[in-house]
Structures are given as C-alpha cells and as structure tokens.
Nanobody, 126 residues
C-alpha cells in the first residue's frame, strides 16, 4: 500500500522559512513525477512545484525564486524549502506522486496525480 506522509508544517511570521518533507513508502518502482500542492479554505487546490524522475523542476509563478523542490531517492523523500514566506502562502500543503509518464505533460495539475498525502498546515502571519 502506497503511503505519502508530509511533515514540517507550522506557523511562521512573514519573511520566515520552513522545510516540508514527504516520506514515501510501499512503492518499489520509481515515481515519474512528484509534486507539492496547496489548498487554502474555500479555494481550489493549486500546484506549487513538481520534480520529475530526471530532476526537471516546475514552479508556480507565485513561488518562483522563493521555493525549492528537491528529492532524496535513497530516502524516498520529497522536500519543499520555502523561504521569504508571505501570508498568502498560508494553506494546507499536500504531497503527490504518480508513476505514469503522461503526468509530466501537466506536472502542476492536481487531476494528473494518483497518490496523495494527508497534508501539513502552513500558516504565515503578517
């Protein structure tokens, strides 16, 4: 059974940093694409950043130059380093993964991903 477990969320002031982690288990094959999404109350889930199996990254315009996605294949863990956080970054953050090559065509589209974590809350105060 595939499991994705996020951690690292919390409350910070604007300008602060957080690093999210997503530990994957129960899957013995290489993920084709992994990504971070976020969802604020009353809003749609939006793609934040994605990384493909060959290390290619994609970012939403709103987080470029502030967020960095990375992965450690040996530890089966995905990371999201978030710097210069803003109040508008407040949301529940979800890890997602999929093993199908087609997901690379739309790496920030939530409907492309099969596996999801439970989420970790990030709150940024002004």
């Amino acid at each position: 059974q595939v499991q994705l477990v996020e951690s690292g969320g919390g409350s910070v002031q604007a300008g602060g940093s957080l690093r999210l982690s997503c530990a994957a288990s129960g899957y013995t094959y290489k993920w084709y694409c992994m990504a971070w999404f976020r969802q604020a109350p009353g809003e749609e889930r939006e793609g934040v950043a994605a990384i493909s199996s060959d290390g290619a990254t994609t970012y939403a315009d709103s987080v470029k130059a502030r967020f960095t996605i990375s992965k450690d294949n040996a530890k089966a863990t995905l990371y999201l380093q978030m710097n210069n956080l803003k109040p508008e970054d407040t949301a529940m953050y979800y890890c997602a993964a999929d093993s199908r090559p087609l997901v690379a065509n739309r790496p920030l589209s939530a409907r492309e991903y099969t596996y999801w974590g439970q989420g970790t809350q990030v709150t940024v105060s002004s």
